[in-house]
């Protein structure tokens, strides 16, 4: 005889209150959770261009270029470089992370649906990740040269 396993069973109890609030509150989070990686990844390109915008505005503005302050400076002329590409980079991961693609519509499969959900989450949540750690690499680098200019003159 094959013996089966008895199944507790626990006696229900309805949710405080506090449970319904923090219940609704996770569910919203979860809805809200892709309007918030493409409002983040408008964000950080906005910052990256506003910080390439100054970079190379400075350089419009100013008669000489390269400046007094660059001319035989390896360091600074290498920081500006660096901060320029990392800002580009961090521009680019911010507009990848909310620039459009298709996918397959599984309208009758809840599976496929929750397995695509998770990878368009996964892949914007990545994009951000990576555009966040380029513009804090980039602004860090910018603080270095403003250090190297202060410290040399």
Same mark, same amino acid.
């Given at each position: 005889m094959s013996e089966q396993q008895i199944i507790p069973i626990y006696e229900s109890e309805e949710p405080t209150d506090e449970q319904k609030r923090l219940r609704a509150l996770a569910s919203d989070l979860e809805i809200k959770r892709l309007e918030f990686f493409d409002e983040s990844g408008k964000s950080?390109?906005?910052?990256? !261009?506003?910080?390439v915008s100054v970079l190379l505005g400075v350089v419009v503005i100013s008669k000489v270029f390269p400046s007094v302050d660059l001319?035989?400076?390896?360091?600074?002329?290498?920081? !500006?470089?660096?901060?320029? =590409?990392?800002?580009?980079?961090?521009? =680019?991961?911010?507009?990848?992370?909310?620039?459009?693609?298709?996918?397959?519509?599984?309208?009758?499969?809840?599976?496929?649906?929750?397995?695509?959900?998770?990878?368009?989450?996964?892949?914007?949540?990545?994009?951000?990740?990576?555009?966040n750690l380029l513009f804090a690499l980039g602004v860090l680098t910018l603080v270095g040269l403003i250090m190297s200019l202060i410290w040399i003159m």
């Open positions: 950080i390109t906005e910052r990256s !261009v506003a910080i001319l035989g400076n390896i360091l600074a002329k290498t920081l !500006v470089s660096i901060a320029l =590409i990392l800002n580009l980079l961090a521009m =680019i991961m911010g507009l990848l992370t909310g620039y459009p693609r298709s996918y397959l519509r599984y309208t009758h499969n809840l599976t496929k649906m929750r397995a695509i959900l998770d990878e368009i989450i996964l892949r914007k949540s990545r994009y951000l990740q990576i555009a």
